[in-house]
């Protein structure tokens, strides 16, 4: 029970108007009450929630009313409580906000919260449950033979390529990973069983993503695995600048550095007449393919011939019969002048041979096949000739166009086929 006293002023007996005196009860008997809204909420790991607390009065006293304190219990390792404000006299409000951290396990909290003044306490509890937005995380690694592989970068071999998904601590659990492969990136829904091999010679794009068990879904993502198993190939052809052979690499796939190959050896041969001369073309995926051939020099002529080709480390094949022969003029600047390049491959009727010859005042090149007219092929400016390889044979062309398909485009009749056997 409550007493409130009130003075009756100045018609009382001491005439003075002493205002009003009030005994709150009985220690420990609250005048006001606490209560919440909402009382359950919902954040994500790392994020807050927000109550407001309403602390109103149980009684109709209008002084002598006790400052009310707020606090909370319950609240798990890491996770944070602030009022605004944190005390008050009733009748007030506050707002609690409760956060989490990011790492803070799944599941409903529950929270006391205490108001505390006068001598007497109110409580009354609160959840929250904390919820998992944040999608798993798909991790891709690859192999060689047991080596790590670099995603992107090419090889020679077979690549085995393993998913782990990892989801965000505290957090639902992985639930399933898909994947896709194929030349173009793709939206992965094959369910992922356990490693996969990647055998096709290529870029193949290896896509995927994982889903956890609150329904979170990782956005696509994609490595490229480049197999290239092909060994590179060669050709020959006039130098310019050096008035020597020169050996230049191609490769389709993984491609090879460009500019001539330097020798990587150079051993004198007849007497010290001529040389033989070994490269080596590699690719970036580490095929190669080794080249034998004897040059010779004499004053303005080149002659070369390739004695063998050896892929990889296969054996070592001997090359076809085949001749190169260059010879020059050059004028007082040093330029040349004119050019005259004969190559042949092959013996007897398979025997083909194919001639330019350069010309820098008509700066035209005239090139032919045999004797007939019917064969020539007619160019602007320096056309080089070139012998190139071909899985393990010689072929003769020049910019990379085989001589049969420039008198095509002439509109001649094609007698010559580049490749023989």
């Known amino acids: 029970m409550v007493f409130q006293l009130t003075d009756g002023g100045p018609s009382d007996d001491d005439g003075v108007a002493n205002g009003v005196i009030a005994d709150p009860g009985a220690p420990g008997v609250p005048i006001f009450a606490i209560s919440v809204s909402p009382s359950s909420q919902s954040a994500a790991q790392g994020l807050s929630a927000t109550y407001t607390l309403s602390v109103p009065l149980t009684t109709s006293l209008t002084v002598g009313i006790p400052t009310i304190s707020l606090s909370v219990s319950g609240l798990p390792t890491g996770t944070t409580a602030s009022f605004a404000p944190a005390s008050g006299t009733p009748p007030f409000t506050s707002t609690l906000t409760i956060t989490t951290p990011s790492s803070q396990p799944i599941g409903t909290l529950t929270f006391t919260i205490t108001a505390s003044g006068g001598g007497a306490t109110r409580s009354t509890t609160v959840t929250l449950t904390v919820i998992d937005i944040t999608p ?95 060994p590179p190939e060669a050709f020959l052809q006039f130098d310019p600048a050096t008035k020597d052979v020169a050996v230049f690499g191609r490769d389709l796939l993984s491609s090879v550095s460009p500019g001539p190959v330097s020798p990587t050896s150079v051993v004198p041969t007849d007497e010290g007449k001529a040389e033989l ?75 083909r041979q194919v001639e330019a010859k350069f010309e820098a005042k008509k700066n035209q090149t005239v090139i032919r096949e045999g004797a007939g007219p019917e064969t020539k092929v007619v160019k602007p400016g320096l056309v080089l000739l070139r012998m190139a390889t071909d899985k393990g044979m010689l072929s003769i062309d020049f910019d990379g166009i085989g001589f049969a398909s420039a008198l095509r485009s002439e509109g001649l009749i094609a007698t010559f086929s580049a490749t023989t056997c």
Do not use: H
């Open 277 to 351: 001369r070994t490269y080596k073309v590699i690719d970036q995926a580490e095929n190669s393919l080794q080249l034998v051939v004897k040059v010779k020099k004499k004053g303005n002529e080149v002659k070369a011939q390739v004695l063998s080709l050896r892929y990889n480390d296969g054996p070592i094949l001997t090359a076809q019969r085949n001749s190169i022969k260059f010879e020059f003029a050059l004028n007082k600047d040093g330029m040349l002048k004119e050019l005259t390049q004969k190559m042949e491959i092959g013996t007897g009727k398979a025997k």
């Open 136 to 230: 798993p995380t798909t991790t891709a690694m690859a192999t060689v033979d047991g080596a790590a592989y670099t995603f992107g970068t090419f090889t020679n071999k077979d690549v085995t390529v393993t998913l782990s998904c990892a989801d965000n601590p505290g957090g639902s659990g992985c639930k399933e990973m898909w994947l896709s492969t194929g030349p173009v990136p793709s939206t992965p829904s094959t369910p992922y069983k356990g490693p996969i091999t990647i055998t096709a010679e290529g870029t193949t794009f290896v896509c995927f993503r994982s889903q956890d068990y609150a329904g979170n879904v990782e956005s696509t993502k994609c490595v490229q695995v480049k197999i290239d198993k092909t």
